[in-house]
């Protein structure tokens, strides 16, 4: 899987970006509040990444950030969600305010979403709510937090070659008020690596 893109910002439509790296150009599918932190054109970009892969289609999405991506992949767990709606809700709200309304069963807020009705809301409640909750009631926003240690950590571990989700494992419970290597180094422990 592409884990993310490093090249520079070729251009945008009001869904996509086109970065370009070493000269082919990706076509990645963004929310708009993505798309509105991107860079102007021809600046230098990073976005991470998740790809699909269909019988008819192979498209790939980009994110500013791995908490954007994690919850993402969350929202096309759910049954009946795919990666329009789920671009959709990353549209209407950040990270953190889709997951407190979930967090806090709040079905009038997520059927906000352009193309989710109260079921489709209600569902992404249901089945998301406990996924969430398993991040720890110390942190309600678990790995959705603003934690730029947990972030660039995460980084470092997928340059290493660990996927997000190993990634985000490793990290989850590391101590905090801790500096990036000591977070680093409890999140190697906890992949076997030394």
């Excluded at 209407?92 to 352009?114: C, G, N, R, Y």
């Excluded at 110390?138 to 240690?149: E, H, N, P």
């Amino acid at each position: 899987m592409i884990a993310f893109l490093n090249g520079t910002l070729a251009g945008k439509t009001t869904y996509s970006a086109i970065i370009e790296c070493g000269g082919v150009g990706f076509e990645v599918g963004m929310s708009t509040m993505s798309l509105s932190k991107l860079p102007e054109t021809g600046n230098p970009v990073r976005v991470y990444t998740y790809l699909q892969v269909r019988e008819d289609a192979m498209q790939l999405f980009g994110f500013a950030t791995m908490e954007e991506k994690s919850l993402f992949e969350r929202l096309i767990s759910v049954s009946g969600v795919g990666p329009k709606v789920a671009l959709a809700a990353l549209s209407t709200f950040d990270s953190q305010e889709l997951v407190k309304a979930i967090m806090e069963k709040d079905v009038t807020k997520v059927s906000h979403i352009p193309g989710v009705g109260k079921k489709t809301a209600s569902r992404i409640i249901l089945e998301l709510q406990g996924t969430l909750e398993t991040e720890g009631p110390r942190d309600t926003s678990g790995l959705f937090g603003s934690t730029a240690v947990i972030s660039n950590v995460i980084e470092d571990l997928m340059a290493m070659g660990f996927t997000s989700a190993e990634a985000e494992l490793a990290c989850k419970g590391a101590p905090e008020n801790k500096d990036e290597a000591k977070v680093l180094q409890y999140a190697l422990k906890r992949l076997g690596a030394r």
